[in-house]
């Protein structure tokens, strides 16, 4: 029997990561630098500058919170995935979650009460291999206001686990399944409104391994997309207040990669060097917004398109579909230094957060790109 370990690698080669320095870079999208530059001014501005006030009446927030002293952070590391799988027969694996209510930050200024699975947004990277048995448990924390579950996309089985682990504050619940079908998939809660457990932040990704395992890397990173529906517009301060009504008609203030604005550019940015080879997971835990994901500067050598791990995989893809609790893979080797922007093509979702940093280190590669000097 095996235990899951989600420990982060350890990165020796700091880069100077300041907003600073990230912004005097002239790679990437400038639309982000413009994000992060002016943050909520820029915010303001494209909502008319104002803040709203919450109206408690129109949300399902009306519960008592406990307010932590100091900031939260529950943006995943990217970097932060179990190693691939090196046996080559099946075995027993436990995966155990803790389903945490907590306020954390959402952005330079405001905090949000997130719902997570153990804490963190997407919640932790399960890696099995085809034939597995997984033993789940899931435990809702004592001090939790909701009932909360588990829908894993890799089971056969009744709502993929999720009566089996409806589980009220302080209780315990458990299921096992066989893993039959190789691939990445995508887990969430599915406690009813599901849409508002998943937009509060309750979704995380399973990677089924194939028999044979996936080609080697020399990196992989672990990305999920996901909306935020507050009272509050984009760019308000404070702890935000969720909003039913919005997230019913699909009017989302935020969009994130791993769980806040600036999880991964300011806070847990990509990080390659030249001659690499990337492999990043992609899911949409939504609820409701596919993304058109694409990675500015750079091209997908190999797309796992919708997540298929035994189909032939695209080759030389611009931009890919991820549908919402979907999930797909994209490798590529980076040869030029700089700063690559990941975004979801539909733009205007990067002024409302929706940004991701990779920073390539190495020599310049004058062969494959390089900026003229004017001709006058
Ligand atoms: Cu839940």
């Not at 303001?44 to 709203?52: D, E, L, P």
């Not at 990445?184 to 391994?209: F, K, S, T």
């Not at 957060?353 to 310049?364: N, R, S």
Request: aromatic share 8%; proline share 6%.
């Amino acid at each position: 029997m095996k235990h899951q370990d989600h420990t982060a690698d350890t990165e020796t080669n700091e880069v100077a990561l300041s907003r600073r320095n990230l912004l005097k870079s002239s790679a990437g999208l400038a639309m982000a630098g413009t994000l992060l530059a002016t943050g909520q001014a820029a915010a303001q501005h494209a909502h008319g500058g104002t803040s709203a006030t919450p109206s408690p009446g129109a949300s399902l927030s009306n519960r008592i919170y406990t307010v932590v002293d100091g900031i939260t952070d529950i943006g995943k590391d990217p970097k932060d995935i179990p190693p691939p799988i090196t046996r080559r027969t099946p075995e027993t694996v436990k995966v155990e979650l803790e389903t945490i209510e907590l306020e954390a930050r959402l952005d330079g200024r405001t905090t949000y009460r997130y719902w997570t699975f153990n804490g963190t947004v997407p919640g932790p990277f399960v890696r099995v291999r085809v034939g597995d048995t997984v033993e789940v448990t899931l435990k809702n924390h004592d001090d939790s206001s909701m009932m909360h579950n588990v829908d894993f996309h890799a089971v056969n089985g009744p709502g993929g686990g999720a009566g089996a682990t409806s589980a009220a504050p302080g209780e315990k619940k458990g299921f096992t399944f066989k893993a039959l079908n190789p691939g990445i998939y995508v887990y969430h809660c599915a406690v009813p409104p599901v849409a508002m457990h998943i937009a509060n932040g309750m979704y995380g990704m399973i990677l089924v391994e194939p028999e044979n395992g996936l080609p080697k890397v020399d990196h992989e990173f672990y990305v999920m997309q996901g909306e935020i529906y507050t009272e509050e517009a984009f760019g308000s301060s404070g702890l935000l207040t969720e909003s039913y009504e919005k997230l019913l008609n699909e009017r989302p203030e935020y969009f994130v990669f791993n769980g806040h604005v600036g999880s991964l550019t300011e806070h847990n940015p990509l990080k390659a060097k030249v001659g690499e080879t990337v492999r990043i997971y992609i899911g949409v835990g939504g609820p409701n917004f596919s993304s058109s994901f694409h990675v500015i500067g750079e091209i997908f050598d190999k797309v796992y398109q919708v997540g298929s791990l035994t189909s032939e995989p695209l080759t030389n893809v611009q931009t890919i579909t991820v549908p919402a609790g979907g999930a797909a893979a994209v490798e590529f080797k980076v040869e030029v230094p700089g700063r690559y922007v990941l975004v979801d093509h539909a733009l205007s979702r990067v002024e409302r957060g929706l940004a991701g940093f990779l920073i390539v280190e190495g020599d310049e590669n004058h062969d494959i790109f390089h900026a003229t000097a004017s001709a006058e």
